[in-house]
């Protein structure tokens, strides 16, 4: 049990890294239309990285991985559901093949856990970027629909991920939470 407890562990951290720095390389593309000083090469360097990451995760954790990342996928382009992507396919067909492909492959439990998880992660990041999202006018949900309601949503969401499984929760959102704390302090 805690070799598995520990492999989900240093799978999810791998994963929470590759998360976080694809999500850098999308706000990156944000914060550069506004901020034109912004040095162009802050993901060059970090892309390997991210395949390496995502390979080691995989190999340790198959279905956790592979549903944290896909899940932070869908709820990152839940927002833009009409773009077109490299694929030419939209937003909302893509995130509607991952849901097949999560409910084929993946424990229909574990892939809402991560759904759950993921979206609570984004809403407390919307809450920690409210004034910066605010002030430039980028899309969140706290600027959307107000910190009370987000935060509100946010204690839902924990106890529903805490009543399908509480050990995963304990495992994945202090990851979540000490990836945030590194990228604060740089």
């Known amino acids: 049990m805690w070799v598995e407890i520990f492999k989900r562990y240093i799978a999810v951290l791998l994963i929470g890294f590759v998360i976080k720095w694809l999500d850098d390389e999308v706000d990156f593309k944000e914060e550069a239309a506004i901020d034109k000083k912004k040095l162009l090469n802050i993901f060059d360097c970090k892309l390997p990285y991210c395949l390496l990451f995502l390979a080691l995760a995989m190999m340790l954790d198959t279905y956790y991985s592979f549903s944290l990342f896909t899940a932070a996928y869908i709820i990152g382009m839940f927002q833009i559901p009409l773009q077109r992507l490299p694929f030419g396919l939209k937003s909302y067909q893509e995130i509607i093949i991952l849901i097949i492909i999560n409910t084929l492959f993946v424990p229909i439990d574990i892939f809402i856990h991560a759904l759950i998880l993921i979206f609570t992660i984004q809403l407390l990041d919307d809450i920690v970027d409210f004034n910066y999202d605010k002030k430039y006018s ?6 959307k629909f ?29 990851v979540a939470i ?6 604060s302090r740089r």
């Open 138 to 143: 980028f899309k969140n949900y706290a600027v």
């Open 178 to 183: 000490f990836i945030n704390y590194l990228y």
């Open 146 to 174: 107000g910190k009370g309601e987000v935060i509100i949503f946010i204690l839902i969401l924990l106890v529903a991920a805490i009543m399908l499984n509480w050990i995963n929760t304990l495992i994945i959102l202090p």
